[in-house]
């Protein structure tokens, strides 16, 4: 080789040979090459030029290993066949096969289903990207079609195991379970065109509808202990929920929730839980019953200023399990009683691996609960008391009973954010009084209660500032007369829209005292109202009480219903906590969400923009929106046959 190559200062050695490919088994690591269909090599040019003329052939590569020379053939692989130019959508995520190069920079072998983007469905199986999946309901996943076909065979709304790797753990499978929910998303393969360089679309076949009648599961609920009392009489009642939301919608920024709910009509299969748990409507619940009975339900309501929410199940699917409709102590339900503080409680709560926690303590005190504004706008719970207590456990969430398992208030949790405008929750306790006028109309066949709002957010004011700000000696007198112990005002904090005639009559800072001639004595007397249109206030305003007839406003009890998906843009109209933060909206298009790499991204659409015009013509609602973008095409493809970029998701509700 000297004498060949007298100017050379080294040879071309095998740094590792690529699992699975051509000259796995063949090369090892150290191999030095001598030369390449006879002719002798030691620089990387010759070498290319020889492998590149000789894609689909077989090579005669000599190397020496140790101190003994070795031939041998291999066949020259072409490098386009393990670069992918095909991709799936499934569920919002995107996967791919593995590409050459993160097989050689993490060893493994090409060809693989990774994961490039979880979305809806995988994420529920924390597929997260850089997964690599191995199979589906065990079949044996090599490639994306192979990946496709498995797909196929599933049933929309099952549950099924998959197996799969994270790129940095290769050597550690697990198995997860996956929702099969297709029905929020296209479920589509994109192939590269080699000649115009644009994704072709193809629809693949989407999981079979369940035909007939699914076959009810029966199960037994866990016997607990006698030192767990009083749980024992709750747990036949608590189920455990999650929640996956397939867009990032009403200013979510997770897509997973998880919680305990508790059953209040086992005939009607209706399930209380908190907003915490499940925040918003549009998304997929699944309900464990038991502990091993696992359901799709659905969310059939969402409180719009208190902190629960109704999830509905079909009772029918659960065969003859022994559950339990949560047992109310009839004082607290009826509203007659709450928790003050030092009382005795039992919490009887879920921890995160659903196992009962209980713990006999008392209330430490009860306040106004307190929730700040959130960054990007969202539901945030206002207008109501709740309760602390003394030595809480860690757990989910619960209920708060007596010795007899009857339950006095819900322990739930309560999310905001603090100074820095980071995530924060909280648990407290909250009257079941609440829930009643829910519960009620549900159970009677009246659908979800009436319920309308003065827009405003109140808070706590004592006596002596309210003096300072003019309250007189009578109505001080009066106030200390019908209550028995902390008396107190309710004062106009803020407004939650400026745009409702509610909102135009109250002012920050207006002192409630009346409403429809009865002193305001508690803050359930006018932070929600059930079914009064109009109410008739007195106020103190700058130092003089003013009677005001109030008009209310109606809340819609699901919140979103409907979200477009344009260009890469969520886009829906403002809700409830967009109104609170914007004095005046620009329009009723809202940019909820932006999805990276999205043209929308790209070119500077944010969440919390408005759009106000399209190409100059002004739009106010979400139909004029979407009426322009299709009468001006834009969003859509030059081809008939490629999919256009806009999708209305107002049906997709469940």
């Known amino acids: 080789m000297r004498e060949t190559f007298p100017e050379s200062q080294g040879m071309l050695s095998v740094s590792t040979a690529q699992r699975g490919g051509p000259a796995d088994g063949s090369l090892q690591s150290g191999d030095i090459v001598i030369a390449i269909n006879g002719k002798p090599v030691i620089e990387f040019v010759s070498l290319e030029e020889t492998l590149d003329s000789s894609i689909g052939q077989t090579v005669h590569i000599s190397v020496w290993r140790g101190n003994k020379a070795y031939d041998m053939h291999i066949r020259v692989q072409d490098m386009c066949e393990i670069t992918p130019n095909r991709f799936i959508e499934i569920g919002g995520g995107v996967v791919n096969e593995v590409s050459y190069q993160v097989a050689r920079g993490y060893g493994i072998q090409t060809g693989g289903v990774y994961v490039a983007s979880s979305g809806h469905v995988l994420g529920s199986a924390s597929a997260w990207r850089g997964s690599v999946i191995v199979s589906v309901n065990n079949i044996?996943?090599?490639?994306?079609?192979?990946?496709?076909?498995?797909?196929?065979?599933l049933s929309e709304g099952s549950r099924v195991p998959i197996r799969l790797f994270s790129l940095d753990k290769p050597y550690r499978q697990k198995v997860v379970i996956m929702n099969v929910t297709t029905h929020w998303h296209a479920l589509r393969m994109a192939t590269r065109d080699e000649c115009t360089g644009y994704w072709i679309y193809r629809?693949?076949?989407?999981?079979?509808?369940?035909?007939?009648?699914?076959?009810?599961?029966?199960?037994?609920?866990?016997?607990?202990?006698?030192t767990l009392a009083p749980a024992h009489r709750v747990w036949p009642s608590l189920v455990y929920l999650d929640f996956h939301?397939?867009?990032?919608?009403?200013?979510?920024?997770?897509?997973?929730?998880?919680?305990?709910?508790?059953?209040?009509?086992?005939?009607?299969?209706?399930?209380?839980?908190?907003?915490?748990?499940?925040?918003?409507?549009?998304g997929d619940v699944y309900i464990t019953i038991a502990g091993s009975i696992v359901l799709a339900g659905r969310?059939?309501?969402l409180h719009p200023v208190y902190n629960f929410a109704i999830v509905q199940y079909d009772p029918q699917l659960i065969g003859s399990t022994p559950v339990e409709n949560i047992r109310f102590h009839p004082d607290y339900y009826e509203g007659s009683r709450r928790l003050a503080q030092g009382d005795d409680v039992y919490l009887v709560g879920v921890s995160a691996d659903q196992s009962p926690v209980v713990r006999r303590t008392e209330v430490s005190s009860r306040s106004m609960v307190s929730t700040r504004e959130c960054v990007p706008p969202r539901f945030r719970c206002t207008n109501i008391e709740g309760v602390k207590l003394h030595d809480q456990p860690s757990c989910q969430g619960g209920v708060l009973c007596d010795d007899q398992g009857r339950v006095m208030a819900l322990w739930v949790g309560v999310s905001s954010q603090d100074s820095n405008n980071k995530d924060v929750s909280t648990m407290s306790g909250l009257d079941v009084a609440i829930l009643r006028p829910t519960v009620e109309s549900l159970r009677n066949n009246q659908g979800p209660p009436n319920i309308r709002s003065l827009d405003a957010v109140f808070?706590?004011?004592?006596?002596?500032?309210?003096?300072?700000?003019?309250?007189?000696?009578?109505?001080?007198?009066?106030?200390?007369?019908?209550s028995s112990d902390n008396p107190r005002l309710f004062y106009v904090m803020g407004l939650s829209t400026s745009e409702s005639p509610a909102a135009k009559l109250l002012t920050t800072g207006d002192i409630i005292l009346e409403k429809n001639g009865k002193l305001v004595r508690d803050v359930n007397d006018i932070g929600v109202i059930q079914d009064d249109e109009c109410v008739e206030l007195v106020v103190l305003r700058d130092g003089k009480e003013v009677t005001l007839r109030v008009p209310t406003t109606g809340l819609n009890g699901m919140e979103t219903q409907r979200v477009v998906h344009w260009l890469g843009a969520l886009i829906q109209q403002p809700y409830r906590a967009v109104h609170e933060q914007v004095r005046h909206l620009p329009s009723g298009v809202y940019v909820s969400c932006t999805l990276y790499g999205s043209p929308a991204n790209c070119y500077g659409l944010r969440p919390g923009m408005w759009i106000t015009e399209v190409e100059n013509r002004a739009v106010k609602t979400i139909d004029e929106f979407v009426a322009i973008l299709k009468e001006l095409q834009l969003g859509w493809p030059e081809s008939a046959s490629e999919e256009p970029s806009l999708r209305d998701m107002r049906t997709a509700r469940y």
């Open 140 to 153: 044996a996943t090599p490639n994306l079609d192979a990946f496709a076909s498995a797909l196929s065979q």
């Open 203 to 226: 629809d693949l076949d989407p999981p079979a509808l369940r035909i007939g009648a699914i076959e009810p599961q029966t199960a037994s609920v866990p016997q607990l202990p006698a």
């Open 245 to 282: 939301i397939p867009y990032l919608v009403d200013g979510m920024k997770n897509t997973q929730f998880a919680g305990p709910g508790f059953i209040v009509d086992k005939e009607k299969g209706y399930i209380a839980c908190d907003r915490d748990t499940v925040p918003t409507g549009v």
């Open 299 to 301: 969310v059939e309501f």
């Open 459 to 482: 808070w706590t004011m004592r006596l002596a500032p309210a003096r300072t700000l003019g309250l007189s000696p009578e109505r001080i007198s009066q106030i200390e007369e019908h």
